[in-house]
């Protein structure tokens, strides 16, 4: 049975960092985590999964937009946020565990 390796404290908060930072100013903060933790397995791999998702919602903002000027743009807005929020509190939640969390949708554009 292969054993499991243990990830430090300090990278599970990073890659828990990634996660919030999403919420509050988008894809900045895990993209800078991405960049800077290279030499961190688990922070760059749950970094590099918050990039992806926050460049997912960046692409539902951008559409919420353009079909505001046709009026039916302001309902999704919400609902964006509120499914940012979630997923990114489910993706804290398990990086601060030290499990490896996967948003249920995202596109995979930084492998």
């Not at 049975?1 to 895990?30: R, Y």
């Not at 559409?63 to 009026?71: H, N, T, V």
């Not at 490896?100 to 995979?108: E, N, S, T, V």
């Amino acid at each position: 049975m292969p054993e499991e390796k243990k990830v430090s404290s300090d990278e599970n908060n990073l890659a828990m960092i990634a996660h919030i930072l999403g919420i509050v100013i988008g894809f900045i903060g895990p993209l800078v985590i991405y960049l800077t933790a290279k030499d961190k397995p688990f922070a760059y791999s749950q970094s590099k999964e918050a990039l992806n998702f926050q460049i997912t919602v960046l692409i539902a903002w951008v559409a919420c937009a353009i079909l505001s000027f046709i009026g039916i743009g302001f309902l999704p807005f919400g609902a964006v946020w509120v499914v940012n929020l979630i997923f990114c509190v489910l993706g804290a939640t398990a990086a601060s565990k030290g499990e490896a969390y996967k948003y249920p949708f995202a596109l995979r554009l930084v492998n």
